[in-house]
């Protein structure tokens, strides 16, 4: 293990205001890398290794590509496959013009009302922080895993991870690491899910939908706009972004969607019961219904998302 020396004055004494205080941290990645504060990840290690000291003592740790971390928990039988768990502690910016819209700023990891507010609350410093607050509390009763357990933190999943859980996964690679199964972000409880709306429904990810990136780009002349074109190159663009909005993928029911729409089935009354257990005859109308809630769309087809869009100097 590696220790680290730090000045930090820690005053978060519950989990919650551990959180708050992580999330006061900006660590922000931007499309455009060269926003990217770094020295706040280096200060975001520093806490860290102050609010977890068993962690960082008695776990490896190493830092990978500078700003990504990588921890390894020994298991008492090391012929057994490790865990891997992993989280990122990047998170995106604010929408500049939108800071006031927040009921609590930001980045101040404000701890009220039974709730930790702030950006990285739920993407994803709470997961981060969830393994280390688990690992330290079995640290200090003396636990040792059977298995070993590893902890990957990237720097930059928001932007691809390319730099962080790329070049963990190199890393691991180099250490020969084979594991038995990993638990990743993505998983929670919702108490509102259409499909189950008077309880509670703890989701578990078991894959995860591949995407594609594209930049559709229009050029054109310039010009005064006190002469304008019939069809601006605004306007152009505008009308395939419109076109592709207007004609989406056709829906359909896939593993392993059908799976958990049946396992739902028997807590439903009647008819939602029949309907979803019967999918062999009811797939098509059921994929149909779901595509209608923006939360269900996207289990049922493959969605498009405009993002960004730019145009124009003056």
């Known amino acids: 293990a590696l220790l680290f020396a730090s000045s930090m004055t820690y005053a978060g004494t519950t989990p919650a205001e551990r959180l708050g205080e992580a999330i006061q941290f900006q660590t922000i990645s931007y499309q455009d890398r060269s926003q990217i504060n770094l020295e706040e990840f280096r200060r975001f ?9 068993l962690v960082f003592a008695q776990l490896e740790v190493q830092t990978v590509n500078d ?42 990891g404000v701890v009220a009302d039974g709730r930790i507010y702030g950006r990285g609350s739920l993407d994803d410093k709470q997961g981060l922080l969830s393994i ?16 070993p357990l590893v902890f990957a933190f990237g720097h930059d999943e928001e932007i691809s991870g390319k730099e962080g859980a790329g070049k963990l996964a190199a890393r691991m690679r ?26 509670a429904m703890a989701i578990i990810n078991v894959t995860e939908k591949a995407y594609l990136t594209l930049t559709l780009t229009a050029s054109g002349e310039g010009g005064h706009s006190s002469r304008p074109p019939k ?19 056709a829906t359909r029911l896939v593993e392993p969607v059908t799976t958990m729409l049946e396992t739902i089935a028997p807590h439903l009354g009647q008819p939602e019961q029949f309907i979803l257990g019967n ?4 797939r098509g109308v059921v994929a149909d219904r779901m595509s209608e809630d923006p939360m269900m769309n996207s289990y049922v087809r493959t969605t498009t998302a405009l993002t960004m869009f730019n145009a124009g100097v003056k």
Not at 45 to 53: D, G, N, Q, V
Not at 132 to 147: D, I, K, Q
Not at 231 to 244: K, Y
Request: proline fraction near 10%; charged fraction near 15%.
């Open 231 to 249: 069809v601006s190159t605004i306007g152009r663009l505008s009308a395939a972004l419109q076109r592709i909005e207007n004609n989406p993928s």
């Open 279 to 282: 999918l062999w005859l009811t």
């Open 132 to 147: 280390l607050e688990a690992a330290e509390s079995l640290l200090a009763e003396g636990f040792v895993p059977s298995r």
């Open 45 to 53: 290690h520093e806490f860290l290794r102050t609010a977890y000291p």
């Open 174 to 199: 180099e250490l020969g690491w084979q594991f038995a199964w990993m638990v990743d972000e993505g998983g929670m409880l919702l108490s509102d899910n259409p499909l189950l709306p008077y309880q």
């Open 67 to 108: 700003y990504s971390l990588l921890l390894r928990w020994p298991g008492s039988d090391p012929a057994l496959a490790p865990i891997l768990f992993t989280a990122h502690m990047d998170v995106v910016p604010i929408e500049p013009g939108t800071e006031g819209d927040w009921q609590h700023p930001p980045f101040a």
